[in-house]
DNA sequence: GGACAATATTCGTACAACCGGTTATACGGT
DNA sequence: ACCGTATAACCGGTTGTACGAATATTGTCC
């Protein structure tokens, strides 16, 4: 019965990070973004975009979908129900949030951009 | 516009620890505690106790009441919209909780029992 | 199988958070 | 004014977390 509340502490815990939380509201948009894309719209490393999906994959937050090389992550609804309603409480308050129109905008930017191809080569055939 | 998303990712920070959980979930269940409750309820020292409970009060979760060496605190709902929805969510869902009953039961027993006069001993009077 | 692209992981480091124990402050009773 | 109690603030140590840089892994194409 210690665990439980421990539990609830870890799962706040890997929400309270900005690139967490804006890899989750992208995600939340979007069916699914490859790794490159994510690193680009939020103008990280790639070392620190793959660590914290890996966090957020190991709290069950998101799944991988290995296509060739790259990897495309999306959101997924935990099991547990009340992760589930924190998340949801999350994601639909971000939608109002100063930030959001922001946040979508420079991934809508990154997407149209030609810079996407040619850092991107193979994906030209897709 | 960066600013934001900072601020609830702080904020979340602040709900991501579990003596503070547990707190909260105390707190929301009474109309408010004094700082020896609390630590007596959750088995803490009381430096702890009030380091806590000082995040809890700069980050404008809960407020205190002084009244004479005593100082009570109690919950408040954020002005933040999506601050207020989160802890909604996180309080409505502790009470479902398997660890809910035992932290009632565990204040309750302390409440009731002999030593809380034998230790706050002007407590006597009231 | 070699070269290269996308992603994952490891390593060392800087920094923030938490802790227990101690000291300081504020208040009430005598 | 003094003493004891409740709480807050400080200090040194430990642990956790995030980072960039470098390295490893996996898949594709030739």
Redesign the interface.
Known sequence: ??V???A???F??V????TR??MLWLLSNRRELCVCDLMQALGITQSKASRHLATLRHAGLVVDRREGTWTHYSIVSPQD??ER??LD??C???V????SG?LLQDLQRWIESANRDATCMTRQGR
């Open positions: 019965m210690e439980a509340v421990r609830v502490a870890r706040l815990k929400l309270a990070d900005e939380l804006r129900e009340m309603a924190l409480t999350l639909a308050k971000l109002d949030h100063p930030d922001q």
